[in-house]
């Protein structure tokens, strides 16, 4: 948005001193929100984002099955066990929901680096586009809104 802002106020201070000197700017605008929202590339890097991560997901999902269970089984059982059986046991479970912690986290790491990178290549293939387009249609400034 400042970037916008200050485009658009140099440009007016351009205009104001030296109006005939500009009067054949020619401007595009190009709003990468849309265009991105629109791209089929950004349609099927998330679908091949969401394959790559699937299987993690699914080993996660049913950690925190296994995990559940646990809980409810050492809920339902401790009061029977012995003190140091049941220390052994909150001990495993606590291991355990750090494990699950550790397999969330590094999920969502890593989707968010290969998301970024993915969409970090779209975004630069559409920039190579509209600067195309730009010098084929020979404008002298491309304002981008939307990002």
């Known amino acids: 948005m400042k970037k916008i802002l200050f485009v658009a106020s140099a440009l007016s201070l351009l205009l104001a001193f030296n109006a005939p ?50 809980i409810e089984n050492f809920s339902k059982n401790s009061p029977a066990m012995k003190k140091e059986e049941q220390k052994k046991e909150e001990q495993k479970i606590i291991d355990q929901q750090k494990k699950l912690q550790e397999m969330q986290n590094k999920l969502q790491t890593d989707a968010n680096t290969a998301q970024q990178k993915v969409f970090a290549n779209i975004v630069n293939k559409v920039k190579n586009i509209v600067n195309k387009i730009a010098a084929d249609k020979k404008l002298d400034m491309v304002v981008e809104i939307g990002r």
């Open 21 to 70: 000197a500009f009067a054949d700017i020619k401007i595009g605008v190009v709003d990468l929100n849309k265009v991105l929202l629109d791209s089929p590339q950004r349609k099927k890097a998330e679908t091949d984002l969401k394959k790559k991560f699937e299987k993690r997901e699914k080993s996660i999902v049913e950690a925190q099955k296994k995990f559940q269970k646990d």
